[in-house]
């Protein structure tokens, strides 16, 4: 397989060029759904990190002794074990965190970027490969959360990460910490993203 | 490329099977298992104790009103809080006896059943006497969000408030008009029936060792003020 991308490339495209809400459009749910506040963004990307790299490495591990019909049941087991860890986890040391993001933490398992890549990259490649995808794809997603949920945070309650940095005199835009604020926010940002990636064809 | 005649019992030997084919299913599920219990069996003792504080946090409230509780916690005043187990109906409650000056304020009953994805846990808060619910609480659930997680709303919830605990609870998708209905969520009636469900097996558990727990407590507090009263 000479013409699989390298670790490094794995890396490198999972960041931008290969972004998985900008580009891939894909795990929306969190992405509409825990970016009302910084903090639980932020949770909710380390928590996919831990899933993804685990389940990458794991995958690529036994990639020879899968089968093509019992491939997807091994990719959700795993997946699923890893998420149960976390959700017990959080919900052992980082309990009020556990109870705000309630039922999505349990829902990693169903986040498609995971299964998208135990499939395009975990099964095919080798251990080093695949955990440089896994960061490099969890960098992307935790980007993407960071920028939606800073638009957010801020517009919707004037504070970043809980600490105030507008004047208290900013009316804050409750719509934003509410679901609809997740739709414009992202639809206004994926509409920049793709003109910024249009112009740059233009140019070269 | 695995077509089905490949991959269904046939004649080609043992291989063929599905369940041979699937051992690796079968010990990753084994070995992801036996791994997820040693991490409940770890971490359970401290997300146990992180509900029961939570739990001691929300009894003021529960048995008190919200208002109360908060004036309560602002002149630094703390209510005793007795935990104790009482068994009735097969099941073994948690629960949580609220005193002021020895008096009962009221119980607080930790309950469970299952919802509509998975258990949900509360807590009931009922007067000294348990003849009236004066709180619910949502200790934990993973009902759909949007729909079935309204019950954790203090809208939804504190329809409970004020309700007699003599009579069986249901939630209706109409109006609620009678003193037992409450109005089921829209879209999430299942979640909403579990709830009703859930209180209604504990109370009718519990109401007679509550009261009796109560009475028996009253005769050797019998020489203090009995009008005491919750200053707001």
């Avoid at chain 1, 997740?182 to 070269?204: C, I, M, S």
């Avoid at chain 2, 299952?114 to 709180?135: F, H, P």
Wanted: with cysteine; aromatic share 8%; charged share 15%.
């Amino acid at each position: 397989m000479a013409d699989q991308p390298t670790a490094f490339e794995r890396f490198t495209q999972g960041i931008l060029p290969e972004n998985p809400v900008y580009r891939q459009l894909l795990g929306l749910c969190p992405v509409l759904a825990v970016t009302n506040s910084m903090q639980g963004a932020m949770t909710m990307a380390g928590a996919v990190l831990f899933v993804l790299f685990c389940a990458n490495v794991i995958i690529s591990l036994i990639r020879d002794l899968l089968k093509p019909h019992l491939r997807i049941v091994i990719f959700t087991l795993t997946i699923a074990t890893f998420v149960t860890i976390v959700d017990r986890f959080l919900a052992a040391y980082m309990y009020q965190m556990s109870k705000s993001l309630g039922p999505y933490i349990p829902l990693i398992i169903v986040n498609c970027i995971i299964i998208c890549r135990c499939e395009v990259c975990a099964s095919k490649q080798s251990v080093i490969t695949a955990a440089s995808d896994a960061i490099g794809q969890s960098l992307g997603f935790a980007l993407a959360l960071a920028s939606i949920a800073s638009v957010r945070e801020i517009l919707g309650t004037g504070m970043f990460f809980g600490f105030r940095v507008l004047p208290e005199m900013w009316p804050d835009w409750v719509i934003m910490v509410l679901p609809p604020g997740a739709f414009l926010t992202f639809g206004l940002l994926l509409g920049l993203v793709n003109w910024v990636v249009a112009l740059k064809k233009a140019k070269d | 490329m695995n077509t089905p005649e490949q991959t269904m019992p046939g004649n080609k030997g043992i291989s063929n099977f599905f369940i041979f084919q699937a051992w690796l299913v079968l010990l990753l599920a084994s070995f992801f298992g036996a791994s997820l219990a040693g991490i409940q069996l770890t971490l359970s003792p401290k997300i146990e104790a992180n509900k029961l504080n939570e739990t001691l946090e929300k009894v003021p409230e529960l048995i008190l009103g919200a208002e109360a509780a908060q004036a309560l916690s602002k002149e630094n005043r703390l209510m005793d809080i007795d935990r104790q187990f009482i068994e009735a109906g097969n099941k073994i409650y948690s629960v949580f006896q609220a005193k002021t000056n020895g008096q009962t304020d009221g119980w607080v009953v930790k309950a469970s059943g299952q919802g509509y994805a998975d258990r949900i846990e509360l807590l009931v808060g009922v007067d000294a006497k348990a003849d009236t619910i004066t709180g619910l609480f949502i200790l934990d659930q993973k009902e759909t969000p949007g729909l079935g997680n309204k019950i954790m709303e203090p809208a939804w919830r504190n329809q409970f408030n004020n309700r007699p605990t003599q009579q069986q609870m249901t939630a209706v998708k109409t109006k609620a008009s009678a003193a037992n209905e409450i109005n089921a969520i829209t879209g999430a009636t299942i979640s909403s029936k579990a709830v009703c469900d859930i209180v209604n097996q504990t109370l009718n558990n519990l109401r007679q060792p509550l009261t009796k727990a109560d009475s028996n407590e009253q005769k050797p507090s019998d020489n203090q003020p009995n009008n005491h009263q919750e200053k707001k």
